[in-house]
């Protein structure tokens, strides 16, 4: 079974427009973060420990 390559995201319009699309609220401000801490660290949904 062939996997799926999601895109990487490069431009740094395009990241922050991701990392500011969280409405100004506390869950807001935590999401952010995790999205931020996530991105930082290139943590993928598919990446499985071995």
């Known amino acids: ?5 999601r895109p990487i ?3 740094r319009s395009t990241l922050k ?3 500011d699309a969280p409405p100004n609220t ?3 401000c935590r999401d ?3 999205l931020s801490a996530l991105f930082d660290t ?3 949904a598919d990446e499985q420990q071995s």
Request: glycine share 4%; proline share 0%; aromatic share 4%.
């Open 1 to 5: 079974m062939e996997k799926k390559m």
């Open 9 to 11: 995201i490069e431009e």
């Open 17 to 19: 427009a991701f990392l």
């Open 26 to 28: 506390r869950t807001g």
């Open 32 to 34: 952010t973060m995790m």
């Open 42 to 44: 290139m943590i993928r």
